[in-house]
């Protein structure tokens, strides 16, 4: 007779340290905020990170990509700046991505794919700031934007051309997170980030530029606090702490649901001074003097690179190789894309430097 053998009790899993990361989220998220587990990514993976979660791991392969370390050597308003406390594009973005965090946590919604988003969000932009975008787009296209290089730096440069295959909410906040002289907040549709943390960013992008960016001008001396509307000063605050401060918290505790949705709002005494203090800051600093000829120098600057990548391809294709991007191919890709692409990842300093080796003259010992 045989003897019944005790079944033993099936074994449950136990959860990778990433599951538990998503648990958190579950229970701490609000209806509003996006949760890593419904995500999708440009190209399936073979596995998933036992630690990190989709927007974490999004965050690093960021941090990791050689766009990123570019950032510290690129202009946000000054031009190659000697002294040591001036912002960098690496600063700007540092200091969007705390901004953007914080406003998140805050709201209860995902802290990690605001600031995976933040992170990524100027990848693309070009060197000397904006005058090196105005110069491309003369020479290039029209329709070049940052934001919309960017997205291409994490899509198809990066990695040689493998990309950083990031999620889908991640690429459409990097695409989305610019304004220019449009609304801080918009309304129409396709314009805004599918996210509420896209849009959180988009507005942490100006909290952050509108108080370093005038924290810089006037230690440069481009202008001084007289110079500043008293709206600003009297609304928003006296200092850089206060006023982004008065920004942040007023957005978090205006905010909330209307109508199934999550809306953005500032209020409006907060909302005016800030278009009030961008306004002024348009005006006296970024057409400044001081400011707008270092930057119609810089124009010069990218439009003979441009110029001369053109007229050798073999030379621009080694710059490329240099920087770890995706190649040129004669029978796929456009050369003036490839070119733009090469200008565009440049540092202030590589550009400067690589324009004096090609044009000025070599003097003979």
């Not at 901004?99 to 805050?106: F, L, T």
């Not at 060197?127 to 003369?138: M, N, R, S």
């Not at 120098?297 to 995706?326: N, R, S, T, V, W």
Request: glycine letters at 6%; one cysteine or more; aromatic letters at 8%.
């Amino acid at each position: 007779m045989k003897l019944l053998q005790k079944k033993e009790p099936p074994r449950t899993k136990t959860p990778c340290i990433r599951e538990l990361f998503q648990q958190r989220e579950k229970n701490f998220l609000s209806e509003y905020g996006t949760s890593s587990t419904t995500t999708s990514r440009r190209s399936e993976e073979k596995s998933e990170c036992n630690i990190r979660t989709p927007f974490q791991l999004d965050r690093d392969r960021i941090v990791y990509s050689n766009s990123f370390r570019r950032l510290k050597y690129k202009t946000q308003v000054f031009l190659s700046p000697l002294g040591d406390h001036y912002r960098t594009r690496l600063t700007h973005t540092l200091e969007v991505s705390e901004i953007s965090r914080n406003i998140a946590r805050a709201m209860r919604v995902n802290e990690d794919l605001a600031e995976a988003i933040a992170l990524g969000h100027d990848l693309g932009h070009t060197p000397f700031g904006h005058g090196g975008e105005t110069a491309l787009i003369q020479v290039y296209s029209s329709h070049f934007t940052h934001s919309d290089q960017s997205l291409r730096v994490v899509d198809v440069l990066e990695n040689r051309g493998q990309g950083l295959n990031l999620t889908r909410e991640v690429r459409d906040g990097i695409l989305k997170h610019s304004k220019g002289f449009g609304n801080i907040i918009p309304s129409t549709p396709g314009e805004t980030a599918i996210t509420i943390e896209g849009r959180i960013v988009r507005v942490g992008d100006i909290i952050a530029y509108l108080n370093h960016d005038l924290d810089d001008a006037l230690r440069g001396k481009v202008i001084s606090i007289n110079d500043v509307p008293n709206i600003c000063l009297e609304k928003l605050g006296k200092t850089h702490s206060l006023r982004a401060s008065t920004m942040i918290e007023h957005l978090v505790y205006n905010s909330g649901p209307k109508n199934g949705k999550f809306i953005l709002d500032m209020g409006e005494d907060i909302f005016h001074a800030m278009i009030v203090l961008r306004k002024f800051l348009y005006d006296k600093v970024y057409r400044s003097p001081e400011v707008h000829n270092e930057f119609i120098k810089a124009k010069k600057i990218i439009i003979g690179l441009y110029q001369y990548f053109l007229d050798h391809p073999d030379f621009m294709q080694k710059e490329l190789e240099k920087m770890e991007m995706a190649p040129w191919d004669a029978t796929r890709n456009d050369l003036k894309r490839s070119v733009c692409d090469v200008i565009a990842s440049m540092t202030d300093r590589y550009a400067l430097m690589l324009y004096k080796k090609i044009f000025f003259p070599k003097p003979m010992l």
